[in-house]
Nanobody
């Protein structure tokens, strides 16, 4: 069964950077069969999509709130996805999650309902001075 684990969260000042990682583990799965998404949930708010990346990394999509500041990537050899977050703002404070769904080549979608295969437990990012 596929399992996901996020790491890399922490406390950072406004304008700073963090890189989150999402490592897949388990048996019987092939990492590059899946598109990967990053999501976040701020205190008292609903979970929202941040970004996604296609199976081989050729396509990436971003929510408008993070476009130009966040970069998603993946390394299929290491079963790992990343979210590089730059120019962080206090409103980026949230628990960040990664999730996957089996996808066709070259595409990923920013719809939470598609991400049913597996979710991680989340990593907390706090942006504060």
């Amino acid at each position: 069964q596929l399992q996901l684990a996020e790491s890399g969260g922490g406390l950072v000042q406004p304008g700073g950077s963090l890189r989150l990682s999402c490592v897949a583990s388990g048996s019987g799965f092939t990492f590059d069969y899946y598109a990967i998404g990053w999501f976040r949930q701020a205190p008292g708010k609903a979970r929202e999509v941040v970004s996604c990346i296609s199976r081989n990394g050729e396509t990436a999509n971003y929510d408008d709130a993070v476009k130009g500041r966040f970069t998603i990537s993946r390394d299929n050899a290491w079963n790992t996805a990343y979210l590089q977050m730059d120019s962080l703002k206090p409103e980026d404070t949230a628990v960040y999650y990664c999730a996957v769904y089996p996808a066709v080549q070259g595409s990923c979608v920013l719809y939470q309902y598609r991400y049913r295969e597996a979710w991680g437990q989340g990593t907390l990012v706090t942006v504060s001075s």
